[in-house]
């Protein structure tokens, strides 16, 4: 099978277990999309939407985040790890949209990329879910399913993403993206691998890939 009617199939039979992708972190705007991405690195979505009750409750705006102090944030979203840094990038980040952007989130991949704390992952999830721009985030996930798939030769996320570009229309990266995640969730978790149920790895995996459902 070629990457291309891999690509194919893969986007079949993803369309049918998922036909509806809704965004797994719980937010309201562009900015508590934003808050609640940067919070996820390193973090379960569950555990985020635990918190972000709470933090937004205090503040879902910049305006209102930087009149809460860098402790007072840290001390809302410890349980979601890396605490003393993720606060300080949410508080300078604010500040920052409210200083350049009038308080807005800015539609564009270089300028959410030059704020604290938000890679060019965490960009592409925003410009995806929030503005709707076509975009592929990978994350350590995608980026593992797509290398068992033989859709990437796996040696970074950079090259995944670049490879996954190539095969898939631009107009289903945004709900594949969401597609192949709910799948590693539900039937491949890196974790706790559900071999029996893992049925596009067994149809089109590499190789390697197939030993290890053995």
Not at 24 to 35: A, F, G
Not at 110 to 125: C, D, I, Q, R, Y
Not at 190 to 206: F, H, M, Q, V
Request: include cysteine.
């Amino acid at each position: 099978m070629t990457k291309k009617e891999k690509a194919k199939y893969i986007v079949e039979e993803l369309e049918k277990l998922y036909p509806e992708t809704p965004v797994p972190l719980d937010h309201k705007d562009e900015y508590t999309l934003l808050i609640a991405v940067l919070l996820s690195a390193q973090c379960t979505d569950k555990r985020v939407n635990l918190i972000t009750p709470h933090l937004f409750s205090l503040a879902d705006n910049p305006f209102d985040m930087v009149k809460l102090t860098v402790d007072e944030i840290r001390e809302i979203i410890r349980p979601c790890g890396l605490s003393p840094r993720k606060s300080q990038a949410i508080f300078t980040l604010s500040q920052m949209l409210i200083d350049k952007y009038n308080g807005e989130v800015p539609p564009d991949f270089e300028l959410l990329e030059e704020l604290p704390g938000v890679g060019h992952k965490t960009a592409s999830v925003v410009m995806a879910q929030a503005f709707g721009v076509p975009a592929f985030p990978v994350d350590t996930h995608i980026h593992r399913l797509l290398t068992r798939w033989g859709i990437t030769n796996g040696k970074n996320v950079e090259q995944t993403e670049k490879d996954a570009k190539q095969l898939f229309p631009h107009e289903l990266w945004n709900k594949l993206h969401l597609q192949i995640i709910f799948y590693g969730r539900e039937y491949s978790p890196a974790r706790s691998p559900k071999r029996e149920l893992d049925y596009i790895t067994r149809s089109i995996g590499t190789a390697k890939a197939l030993k290890e459902l053995v």
